[in-house]
């Protein structure tokens, strides 16, 4: 392939990340009922549209290191790993069980994917910590933007898991879900669209509409001290509908916001967020980032939320998996604070893309981005 001038540097910004934009850590079972031994189990999920053999790649749970043979996931199946079973057995389905000796942590620790037996930043695919902070390769996943500093998610009971509900990353996109079942694939629920936080009568607004099943969806919030909360739960009407919250319990502090839907069977889904408020300290954002997309995969709209530290010109542009620019947004001055932009991608080919912001002061922020046909 032929790079025009400048499309060089850019493609060295991206080919780093596309090992990471189909594959996913899921679900962590880390502590059973009972014994722990031969009962735990990590999932990995291809949120991609395409299958990937994962030979090669590397498991990390706080033990010995599981080497991945070869096995095919298909674009949206779930590979479940048995982190140390009674014995090891060659793989059977998307199911691989290992005896390594070493169960994981109970009230804390990590789990890392990479996507060769070296564990370097640049294989890093996906990693999370539970329970605590400082646990080994937090600061490679930290370098890579795969998690954020000192930060980690709840340490759930026993017989629970953590399961992933969003494709973001960051503690916020793992639940405590209490009726773990290894391999199960989770599927969308319908879509979040329109999204929008205001200020009205001097309380935050949050307005969205939906057209999905579901039975109910759940308002969460996160404040500075970095705990999360449900703050409300609203019935879900027939069909396409309007929704609204507002939080009067909000009192004047800095707050994110989430939306989430439960299931018919009881399982909780993310579907947007973080919306965020500054508090009256008048508290700015700290970069210009790209946060995440909403719902990423998608097909054919997205919505982008994006971060500026200053007021000045945004302009966005979408790369594809060659390096390609397909799409060039000017999206003109804009004031510091959180933005949400809508993305179409009609009549483009399904698969990997990259927005890349920039903001006002230079440099660029990259997004990862899967288009589902």
Do not use: C
């Not at 932009?341 to 399904?350: F, R, S, V």
């Amino acid at each position: 392939m032929r790079l025009r001038s400048g499309q060089g540097a850019l493609w060295m910004l991206l080919a780093p990340m596309l090992v990471q934009a189909q594959v996913r850590l899921g679900e962590v079972f880390y502590d059973p009922q009972g014994s722990d031994s031969g009962a735990e189990w990590v999932e990995i999920h291809n949120m991609g549209s395409e299958t990937v053999n994962l030979q090669g790649w590397l498991l990390d749970a706080g033990g010995p290191n599981l080497v991945l043979p070869a096995i095919e996931v298909p674009a949206g199946a779930v590979l479940a790993v048995h982190t140390n079973a009674p014995a090891a057995q060659l793989p059977d389905g998307l199911e691989l069980w290992f005896q390594n000796g070493t169960n994981m942590g109970n009230t804390h620790g990590f789990v890392g994917l990479w996507a060769a037996e070296e564990q370097t930043t640049e294989n890093l695919v996906d990693w999370m910590q539970y329970g605590s902070t400082g646990h080994s390769w937090e600061s490679q996943a930290v370098e890579a933007g795969i998690w954020p500093a000192e930060s980690f998610t709840m340490d759930v009971e026993e017989g629970h898991s953590l399961r992933r509900i969003s494709a973001g990353n960051g503690p916020q996109d793992w639940i405590d879900e209490a009726d773990p079942v290894a391999g199960e694939t989770s599927t969308a629920v319908g879509e979040l669209m329109a999204p929008g936080l205001r200020l009205e009568g001097g309380l935050p607004v949050l307005q969205w509409s939906f057209d999905g099943s579901g039975t109910q969806f759940e308002i969460r919030t996160r404040d500075q001290s970095g705990s999360e909360r449900l703050l409300a739960e609203l019935a879900i009407g027939e069909g396409q509908g309007r929704y609204a919250f507002t939080d009067h319990d909000w009192h004047g502090q800095s707050r994110e916001y989430w939306i989430d839907v439960r299931r018919i069977d009881g399982r909780l889904d993310r579907l947007g967020g973080p919306y965020r408020i500054a508090g009256d300290s008048g508290s700015l954002p700290q970069s210009t980032r790209l946060l995440a997309a909403w719902p990423n995969p998608f097909n054919p709209g997205t919505l982008l939320n994006f971060e500026l530290a200053r007021a000045g010109s945004v302009s966005m542009d979408l790369h594809d998996l060659a390096g390609r620019r397909v799409r060039h947004l000017e999206l003109g001055e804009l004031s510091a604070g959180s933005h949400t932009l809508p993305l179409e991608l009609d009549g483009q080919a399904g698969g990997l893309y990259f927005a890349v912001l920039r903001g006002p002061g230079g440099g660029a922020s990259v997004l990862k981005l899967i288009l589902a046909r």
